[in-house]
C-alpha cells in the first residue's frame, strides 16, 4: 500500500520524504489555508520533493473552468495530479484529463456507486473520506470494501485512495482490505513507527548494554 501524505507542511513532508516510505503527497484547499503559504508556490516545492503524484485541488464548480484551473496547475510540474470533486462536472473534468495523459485524483467520495462513476470517468485515484463518513455515523471501511469488491468485480484501473485517515486502525484495516494507497496527516503515518514494546524493549536492551561496558564505535 502507498503511503501519501496529506498536508501541505514543507518540514512534515521533508521529514517523511527522509524515511523513505512517502509515495505522495495530498492537499486540498483547507490544508493549504492551513499552511499560510501560497498555493502555486508551496506546490512547486512539495512536487520537488517527492517523485510521486501531488494532488492540487481545482477550486472552481464548472467544468470550463475547472479545465482553466486544471491547465494552470498542471504546468507546476510533472508530478502535479488534478484533484477534482465528485461532481458531474468534476467528473466531465475528470474524463477530459486523464484522456490527456494527466493524473487526476477524484475527491469527496462517500458512495460506493460514486467511486463506479469515478472509475469510469477514468480516474487515477478515488478518494473515499472514511474519517467523515464515520462522523457522519457510518462505517467508513465498509465503502472501502465495497468499493475494493466494485473495482475488482471489473478490473477498473482506479486506484483506491482511503483519506481523511484520523487514525492507525483506519491505516490497517485499509491494508487488510487491499487498499492502493491510504493518506493520512504526518502525525498519523509517525505514530505508525510506535510501540510501547519497541520502546521497553530498546530501553531494557541498552541497559545490559552499558553493563558489558563495550562500544562498538
Ligand atoms: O484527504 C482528505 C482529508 O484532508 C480530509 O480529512 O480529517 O478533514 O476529514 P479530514
Partial sequence: MKFFADTAEIDDIKELAATGLLD????NPSLIAKSGRDFMEVTKEICGITDGPVS????????????????????????????????????????????????????????????????????????????????????????????????DNYAFDTEILVASVRHAT???????????????????IKGLFKHILTDKGIEGFLADWEKTGQSIL
Avoid: W
Fill in 24 to 27: 505522495g503527497v495530498t492537499t
Fill in 56 to 151: 492540487a485541488e481545482v477550486v472552481a464548480l464548472d467544468h470550463a473552468t475547472m479545465m482553466k484551473e486544471a491547465e494552470v496547475l498542471r504546468k507546476i510540474a510533472d508530478n502535479v495530479c488534478i484533484k477534482v470533486p465528485l461532481t458531474i462536472d468534476g467528473l466531465k473534468t475528470c474524463n477530459a484529463l486523464t484522456a490527456d495523459g494527466t493524473m487526476v485524483n477524484v475527491t469527496l467520495c462517500f458512495s460506493a456507486n460514486q467511486a463506479l462513476l469515478a472509475a469510469k470517468a477514468g480516474a487515477t485515484f478515488i478518494s473515499p473520506f472514511v474519517g467523515r463518513h464515520d462522523d457522519n455515523g457510518s462505517n467508513g471501511m465498509d465503502l472501502i470494501r465495497d468499493i475494493r469488491h466494485i473495482y
Fill in 170 to 188: 483506519h491505516v490497517l484495516e485499509s491494508a487488510l482490505i487491499g487498499a492502493d494507497v491510504m493518506t493520512a496527516p504526518p502525525a498519523v
